[in-house]
């Protein structure tokens, strides 16, 4: 695995328990110096445990040495980033081709070349063209295998996936990877065989629509808000219909993460490039960047537009829950917005500190939820972490009554007046 970060290390870890001898790969070498150690340096449950075991039963190994770990290797999947351009949409891929180059200079025998990164369509043949200026092309095949793992859930995504897409237009890899996969197809995944190409979209479009979900329920929950409906209905309502479904269609802050914002960015700017305009999902984009300015002017209102030296509590920071990614988290436009308006920000996230709020004045990092709530004006509840299901506000905190808003609908409006306390949602 070329790249331990969260797809790599995951996908690592998991192919290891699965009975194969991994190297993880990274150029981090804290990472692997860490990881080495026994310490697994992301938030990911479930995965420090499966990283020890495999460790210690010596399947699982980790290396800052890509050329010897190439060496080593029959299957070699690329897990680097794919962020996205400084200027522009597209995905940076420059991450990507090192790797290539690196391979096209460390290849010694036949190797199955995969990209479990999400890349856009034809990196695949480009891939393939760098590796052909070195080696031969019997002695190598590129193949497109994308990740649909969810951050917080990612070992029982991995070990139990709906799909498993193969894009590989050469049939003895398609072979191999097949029989890789095998404990998992045995399980009921799926296995779809498809062209390389088709595969690098696949991915694409599945991530630009479910991200079309979640605005399209966004956007209805506004107009909920206006018409004194409870959208928790009507996301029922619609997910009974099975050409719908229900998943992906609840109501709360603009989507984040490491993979929905720039992977809907970076498949406008490929269709552009063909000269395809992708209207709806640029619609989708635009919706989605608005989101937080939405969900700050309902803040301005409940606060009565008085926001300087007003005590604003945030409960969970990061994009989702059991994840301590922070990659395009809507807290990382609401906090420095309502710093820079005088507010007064605490926060308490389960994963703990965050630098980067390190740079604004007057957010500050509290290391337990009643210590972030006391003496608050207004208690966001940004990310749906469980431990914030069930807090009793009442009991927790005496005397001072604060304002709450739910962005998560976690609570019971009724439940929660009847604690005295003002509360707000979404799209209720
Ligand atoms: N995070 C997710 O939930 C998720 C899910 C599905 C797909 N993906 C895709 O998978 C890819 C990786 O995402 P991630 O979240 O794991 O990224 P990440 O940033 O957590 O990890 C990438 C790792 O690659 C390493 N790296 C970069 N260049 C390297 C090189 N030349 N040699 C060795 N290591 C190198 C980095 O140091 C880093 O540790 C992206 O394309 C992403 O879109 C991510």
């Not at 075991?53 to 800052?64: A, G, P, Q, V």
């Not at 957010?363 to 972490?385: A, R």
């Amino acid at each position: 695995m070329i790249g331990t970060g969260y797809v790599g290390l995951v996908s690592g870890v998991c192919f290891s328990d699965l009975g194969n001898d991994v190297i993880c790969v990274d150029k981090d070498i804290k990472k692997i110096n860490l990881l080495k150690k026994g310490k697994v340096p992301i938030y990911e449950p479930g995965l420090s445990e499966l990283v020890l075991k495999n460790y210690k039963n010596k399947r699982l190994n980790f290396s800052s040495d890509l050329k010897t770990s190439i060496k080593n290797s029959d299957i070699i999947f690329i897990c680097v980033g794919t962020p996205t351009k400084k200027s522009g949409g597209s995905a940076d891929l420059s991450q990507i081709y090192d790797v290539a180059k690196e391979l096209s200079l460390s290849i010694n025998k036949f190797k199955i070349i995969i990209t479990k990164s999400t890349v856009p369509v034809t990196t695949g043949d480009e891939i393939e063209k760098i590796l052909s200026k070195k080696i031969s092309k019997n002695r190598f095949a590129v193949v497109s295998n994308p990740e649909f793992l969810r951050e917080g859930e990612a070992i029982r995504d991995f070990i139990y996936p709906d799909r498993i897409v193969v894009g590989s237009n050469d049939k003895r890899s398609n072979r191999i990877l097949k029989s890789l996969y095998s404990p998992l197809i045995s399980k009921g995944a799926h296995y779809l065989h498809t062209s390389r190409r088709a595969a690098e979209l696949i991915k694409y479009a599945s991530n630009s629509f479910l991200a079309t979900k979640i605005t399209f329920i966004n956007e209805i929950a506004n107009l909920c808000e206006k018409t004194d409906i409870n959208i928790e209905d009507i996301s029922i309502g619609m997910g009974l219909d099975e050409r719908i479904g229900s998943r992906f269609l609840r109501a709360g802050p603009a989507y984040g993460g490491s993979c929905f914002p720039k992977d809907t960015k970076a498949i406008i700017s490929t269709a552009d490039k063909f000269k395809i305009n992708l209207s709806v999902i640029k619609s989708v984009v635009k919706s989605n960047e608005n989101r937080s300015n939405i969900l700050l002017n309902r803040v301005y209102d409940i606060l009565k537009k008085k926001i300087k030296n007003k005590k604003i509590t945030f409960l969970g920071v990061t994009f989702k829950a059991n994840t301590d990614d922070m990659r395009d988290s809507s807290s990382l436009t609401m906090i420095p917005t309502l710093s820079k308006k005088g507010a007064l920000i605490r926060y308490y996230d389960p994963t703990g500190y965050k630098k980067d709020f390190e740079k604004f004045k007057n957010v500050s990092y509290e290391n337990s939820i009643k210590k972030s709530i006391e003496g608050s004006d207004l208690v966001i509840i940004h990310t749906e972490w469980n431990d914030f299901k069930s807090i009793n506000f009442k009991n927790l905190v005496k005397g001072k009554k604060f304002i709450i808003y739910d962005m998560r609908n976690i609570y019971s409006p009724t439940k929660i007046k009847s604690q005295g306390f003002k509360y707000y949602s979404v799209g209720r």
